[in-house]
């Protein structure tokens, strides 16, 4: 059974920041884009970050853009979000998921993605 498994969340002052990490087990990790969602209380899930299975291309949302960086290592079939600058707004549970691409490409929206993990807290005090 495949399992994502997100560690790195926490209780951070605003403008601190944090890394997330997303360890993949029981599935070739090479062949699959990944991506990390967030979901507020009361909000849907949203897209935050995707990296395609090379860690070629990176996509953002326009909240995070500039202030966060997905990446991956292959060889230890992990990928990671590192969140700098954060604000209230970042409060959320975060989500990495797998999607398998035939392509080198990444998806934002989250019906794409087959497998997710069970999340990790990020909260964030002004």
């Known amino acids: 059974q495949v399992q994502l498994v997100e560690s790195g969340g926490g209780l951070v002052q605003a403008g601190g920041s944090l890394r997330l990490s997303c360890a993949a087990s029981r599935l070739i990790f090479s062949i699959y884009a990944m991506g990390w969602f967030r979901q507020a209380p009361g909000k849907a899930r949203e897209f935050v970050a995707a990296?395609?299975?090379?860690?070629?291309?990176?996509y953002y949302s326009d909240r995070v853009k500039g202030r966060f960086t997905i990446s991956r290592d292959n060889a230890k079939n992990t990928v990671y979000l590192q969140m700098n600058s954060l604000n209230a707004e970042d409060t959320a549970v975060y989500y990495c998921?797998?999607?398998?691409?035939?392509?080198?490409?990444?998806?934002?929206?989250?019906?794409?993605?087959?497998?997710w993990g069970q999340g990790t807290q990020v909260t964030v005090s002004s």
């Open positions: 990296i395609t299975k090379s860690g070629g291309g990176t």
């Open positions: 998921a797998a999607d398998r691409r035939y392509s080198d490409s990444a998806n934002t929206e989250t019906a794409t993605y087959e497998y």
